[in-house]
C-alpha cells in the first residue's frame, strides 16, 4: 500500500535501511543523557540549520507533536496575554481552540480560502502579543504565500508571529526571519514516523519566555532551553526518531531543490487534473493552493467509490477533512514520494471511470 495520505505518509525508501543501522549501532538502547544521544541530536539539529535553511540564531527544539506545541506557546509564550489567530480551516481553528481555553485571550479570525487575508486591514487589538497563522492548512489544501509573511512581518514589527508549518516544513523553502515561532511534525514533508515534532524560536520569542518566566510544566519553554543548550529534552525524548531524522537528512538535498522538485510535481498535478473527467481542484485561486496537500472535489458518490478502488490498486488516497469530508479527497505531494508511485497514482486515475 502506497500512502498519499497527507501525513501521515509514506515514509522514506531507504527507512528500512536506517532502522537496521539504528538496531545495530545500538541506538534503540542508549541513554538520553549519553554523550551517544548527545551527538545525534546535534548532528540532527546542525543538519536541519544547514538543510533547511534555518537561521544560527534559531534555536531548535524537539517536540512529540505539533499538538504539543500549541500547549507550550499557550503556557510559556501567552501567559495570559492576547492572541489573534487567522485561519480558514480545521487545524488553524484547533490551534484557536486549544489556546483558547488556556489563555482565555486568544481570538478568532476567519478568511476564506479562495482568497488570502490582506496584512494592512488586520487591525490588532491593543496589547495583542501574537499572531497565529497557519502556513498550510492541511485540511483544505490551502497555504500563505511567502509574501504575506514577509508583508505582515514588516507591517507588524512589534507583534510575536508563530506558524503551523506542519505540512510544509522540509518541503517548501520557508522563509523563517518572517517569524518568531515555526513548528512541524515529521510524519507529514519530513517523511518519517510519527512521534516527533520540532519547534523553532527566535531570540525574540525566548526573551519572551524569559520574561513570562513561566516554569510550572515537564515542557515550559524555559526548563526545554536549558536542556537543548547540551542538546537535551526535558523527559526521555523518542531517540530513534531523531535518530531517523539525522539519518535521513543526512540524505536529503538542501530545501531549495526539493522544493523546487516539489513545485514542479506539483505543477504537473495541475495539469493532470485540468483534463480529469470527474475530479477538479477544489481550491481555485492559484495564488492560495497548497503545493504539498493537493484537495480534489468530485461528486460525493465518485469520491467514495474512488478511495475504493484506489485501495483495492494499493493506493491509499487522504479523506476530505470537516466540512468537505464527502466531497474531496486529499494527495500528498511530499517529498518521500517518489516518481514511480506519482506515475502509478496518475495512471490509475487516468484509468480510473464511473466506479470502476
Ligand atoms: C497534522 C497537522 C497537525 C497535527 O499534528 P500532530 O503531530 O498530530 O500534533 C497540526 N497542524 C497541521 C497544519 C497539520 O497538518
Known sequence: MISFYPGPSKVWDKLPQY?????Q???????????????????????LHEKLNIPK???IFFTSSATECWEIIAQSILGSS?????????FGEKWQEYTQKLTGQATARTFSPEM????VGLELEENTLLLALTQNETSNGTALPQHFFQEVRRLYPEVLIAVDATSGMAGVNLDFPT?????????????????LALMICSPRALARAEALNERLHYNSLLFMQEKIVDAQTTYT??????????????DRPS?????????ERYRQWVLFFEEHPFFRLLIKNSAVRSQTVLTLEGKEEEVALLKQAAKTAGLYLGNGYGKWKKNTFRIANFPALNETEIRQLKNFLAGYSQGS
Not at 534503540?28 to 543523557?33: A, D, T
Not at 530545501?255 to 513545485?263: F, H, N, S, Y
Open 179 to 195: 517569524a518568531d515561532i515555526w513548528y512541524a511534525s515529521v510524519q507529514k514533508c519530513f517523511g518519517l514516523p510519527a512521534g
Open 82 to 90: 492576547k492572541s489573534l489567530h487567522l485561519y480558514n480551516g480545521a
Open 255 to 263: 530545501i531549495t531543490t526539493t522544493a523546487a522538485l516539489l513545485k
Open 237 to 250: 525524548p523518542n531517540v530513534l526518531g531523531i535518530y531517523l531524522l539525522m539519518r535521513s537528512l543526512q
Open 116 to 119: 488570502p487575508p490582506q496584512p
Open 25 to 47: 549501532e545500538g541506538v534503540l538502547s542508549i541513554n538520553h543523557r549519553s554523550p551517544e544521544f548527545v551527538a545525534i541530536s546535534r548532528e540532527a539539529i546542525r543538519l
Open 19 to 23: 532502522l537496521q543501522e539504528a538496531f
Open 57 to 59: 540564531d534559531y534555536t
